[in-house]
């Protein structure tokens, strides 16, 4: 069978060889592309197999420790305002102020969902993306990080995956090591797939 994708390996062949694994690492960084898309991509572009899938592992992975950092910082600003509106709840309740008390609960109540997201009642299952969360969600719950990190990408890009962790309460050292984790075996097993397929297609 013909390679139908001469053109791309031309144009790969004019990038310096120094450059092509930076344009797989920048290609890896696009969610829902992300390591294995971007591995994909560079071998069938005529990059060497194994230099395509390390910078994707690179260029993923290297976004998904941005998203967890970023998302701990954030979440632990919520969470630092929660806690002071928790403690003027109870000055205020010692104070015999109930209304004051409610209106914190209700204030508490709304960072709780801006950190973990929509509640599954209110999930819109109908997008791709509620649906993963959904998937996500259980997989946590029945199989922990570990086991839903491995099986995440089936639902959801990792850097989603990696924000929707941070946003439960996981630890950003535990949710980056699995992502990398599963970012390695993700990316692996499609730029062997993807090597193998063009080896035995003749391309």
Do not use: H
């Not at 632990?76 to 509106?85: D, P, T």
């Not at 946003?167 to 984790?181: P, Y």
């Amino acid at each position: 069978m013909d390679n139908p994708y001469p053109w791309l390996q031309d144009f790969i062949n004019q990038v310096p060889e120094i450059l092509q694994p930076v344009m797989v690492a920048l290609v890896a960084a696009i969610p829902y592309i992300e390591g294995e898309g971007a591995a994909a991509f560079g071998i069938i572009a005529g990059i060497n197999p194994l230099v395509a899938a390390l910078a994707a592992i690179t260029g993923n992975v290297l976004c998904v420790i941005a998203v967890v950092l970023l998302g701990s910082r954030i979440r632990g600003g919520v969470v630092a305002r929660r806690a002071r509106r928790s403690a003027a709840a109870s000055s205020a309740a010692v104070g015999g102020s109930a209304r004051a008390t409610s209106t914190v609960a209700t204030a508490t109540a709304s960072d709780a969902a801006s950190v973990s997201g929509p509640a599954t009642a209110g999930e819109d299952d109908t997008t791709r993306r509620g649906k993963g969360r959904t998937k996500l969600r259980r997989w946590l719950v029945r199989f922990g990080v570990p086991g839903a990190s491995i099986l995440a990408p089936i639902a959801l890009p990792t850097m989603l995956t990696a924000a929707f962790f941070v946003a439960s309460g996981v630890r950003k050292e535990w949710v980056i090591l699995w992502q990398i984790i599963a970012i390695v075996l993700w990316t692996g097993a499609v730029a062997a797939a993807a090597a193998g397929l063009l080896a035995l297609l003749g391309w």
